[in-house]
């Protein structure tokens, strides 16, 4: 059971305290809980702590920690590369849209994107480490 716990407190963690964190500038709301970006990363967390305490319960030969730690390689490389990308080139097609002040028609056909979709190498290593010590708390705890 704690493989499936300490991944979620992990998680959770990281998204409350992006609350707490003044660069994130977020505000208490239920939206933080699926927040896709800002300080730490919650996907970092999660994944991170997954690996964790599937390596530290079953071992490092234990064929599930292998897929867990691609997994948690393949969501951190998702979350600082693709995801970062997709957040940059909203904000350059919303910048674009706005420009076109006269053109209603773009207003009304192209919604406002999301621009904070991905994390900066800072935010992700700050989840990492944020599972990690949430996961060698959980294992010698419990």
């Not at 716990?5 to 998680?11: D, G, K, N």
């Not at 967390?45 to 390596?55: F, K, N, R, V, W």
């Not at 800072?122 to 990690?132: F, I, N, R």
């Amino acid at each position: 059971m704690k493989i499936l716990i300490i991944p979620l407190v992990a998680a959770f963690i990281a998204q409350i305290s992006k609350i707490f964190i003044k660069q994130n500038h977020q505000k208490l709301s239920w939206s933080i809980l699926w927040a896709y970006s800002g300080m730490p990363s919650g996907h970092a967390a999660i994944t991170s702590a997954l690996t964790t305490i599937i390596g530290l319960e079953k071992g490092i030969t234990y064929p599930g920690f292998a897929i867990a730690l691609v997994f948690t390689l393949l969501t951190l490389r998702d979350a600082t590369g693709v995801r970062r990308q997709l957040g940059n080139q909203g904000g350059v097609i919303n910048k674009l849209v706005d420009d076109l002040d006269d053109d209603n028609y773009l207003d009304k056909r192209y919604p406002h994107l999301t621009e904070k979709i991905g994390h900066t190498p800072l935010q992700t290593a700050a989840g990492v480490v944020l599972g990690l010590t949430v996961a060698l708390i959980g294992y010698f705890l419990f």
